[in-house]
């Protein structure tokens, strides 16, 4: 079992930038590839960026490509989400998940979530 809690969420400006970290509990979390979702008002969960259990494979939605950063210590059993160049766009609830790769993560098949954390950006 693994329990992810997200935070670092908040109010930026466009332009801005914020870093979205995801703590996990439990003894299996560095066998686990991880991604980062949004989910818009209204809208689906969207997958955002994905990383391999050891870091060495990574994966983002095509438009936060060049502005997004996901990065893992397992040591400290976390997971971040650094964001610059920060659009109205990206604003949504972001949840950090966990699955057995990366490709099963992008695809959202993921074993567990966490609750999420809201990010507001203003235009």
């Known amino acids: 079992q693994v329990q992810l809690v997200e935070s670092g969420g908040g109010l930026v400006q466009a332009g801005g930038s914020l870093r979205l970290s995801c703590a996990a509990s439990g003894h299996t979390f560095s066998s686990y590839a991880v991604g980062w979702f949004r989910q818009a008002p209204g809208m689906d969960r969207d997958f955002v960026a994905a990383?391999?259990?050891?870091?060495?494979?990574?994966d983002y939605k095509d438009s936060v490509k060049g502005r997004f950063t996901i990065s893992r210590d397992n040591a400290k059993k976390t997971v971040h989400l650094q964001m610059n160049s920060l659009k109205p766009e990206d604003a949504g609830v972001y949840y950090c998940a966990v699955g057995s790769g990366v490709r099963t993560v992008v695809a959202g098949r993921c074993d567990y979530w966490g609750q999420g954390t809201e990010v507001t950006v203003s235009s």
């Open positions: 990383i391999s259990w050891n870091g060495g494979i990574t």
